[in-house]
């Protein structure tokens, strides 16, 4: 059974510091990983998209790194801000069963001013 | 520009009144998605669609009903809403053709039933 895991649950830094939230994933037989922002109670943002032959992509602050071989994930957000305040979810989808996303629980950042 | 159009965004109603929840997506996309997310269980897979005229049960398809007769339509359907329905409802879509490309989800519907 896949299954995704994200540490830690939630995260407090101050303002300007570089921080990276981790995504785990049991079956590494993947097509994508996916990064998603949700604000409260809000939808869902796609931030990036790292396909299974990829190691990395960026975009501005964001860097997402995949390493299937670990089934681990990274997302580094660099220079936080207060606007970075949100819920980062991570999801895979696999290729026994293309008809299904699998989300973690996802990790609460929280950037104090 | 691409998207996944949900609506209502929010909606209260009481026990045992059917509704629909409406999702239309404007990429062409055969693959289309219903979520629930509720707390401490995350993102659950409601039903799927892989075209038109095929849909599937996810995880907790119990209480709920979906339809593809277009494709570019997928509602939910809840002919008789319970409590336990009460959650954020998320539709999500993208190719077939090439899974290892992006899916894009709607903006969300609250759903509370009282």
């Known amino acids: 059974k896949q299954e995704v895991t994200q540490i830690p649950a939630a995260l407090s830094v101050p303002e300007g510091e570089n921080l990276v939230l981790n995504c785990s994933f049991t079956d590494s037989a993947i097509y994508n990983l996916q990064w998603f922002r949700q604000d409260p109670g809000k939808g869902l943002t796609s931030l990036l998209l790292i396909q299974s032959s990829q190691r990395e992509q960026t975009s501005g602050r964001l860097n997402a790194s995949l390493d299937k071989s670990s089934g681990r994930s990274t997302l580094y957000i660099a220079a936080s801000q207060p606007g970075d305040s949100a819920t980062y979810l991570c999801a895979v989808r696999k290729y026994s069963s293309a008809s299904k996303i699998i989300f973690g629980s996802g990790t609460r950042l929280s950037i104090r001013p | 520009e691409a998207q996944v159009t949900q609506n209502p965004r929010y909606l209260i109603t009481v026990t045992g009144k059917k509704l629909t929840v409406t999702c239309s997506q404007n990429?062409?996309?055969?693959?289309m998605s219903w979520y629930r997310q509720d707390p401490g269980l995350g993102l659950r897979q409601i039903y799927y669609?892989?075209?038109?005229?095929?849909?599937d049960k996810g995880d907790v398809p119990e209480g709920y009903k979906v339809s593809r007769k277009e494709k570019r339509n997928f509602p939910l359907i809840l002919e008789s809403p319970s409590p336990n329905q009460t959650s954020l409802y998320f539709c999500?879509?993208?190719?077939?053709?090439?899974?290892?490309?992006?899916?894009?989800f709607g903006q969300g519907t609250r759903l509370t039933v009282v």
């Open positions: 669609s892989m075209n038109v005229e095929v849909t």
């Open positions: 990429m062409n996309h055969e693959y």
């Open positions: 999500a879509s993208s190719t077939n053709i090439n899974p290892n490309t992006e899916a894009f």
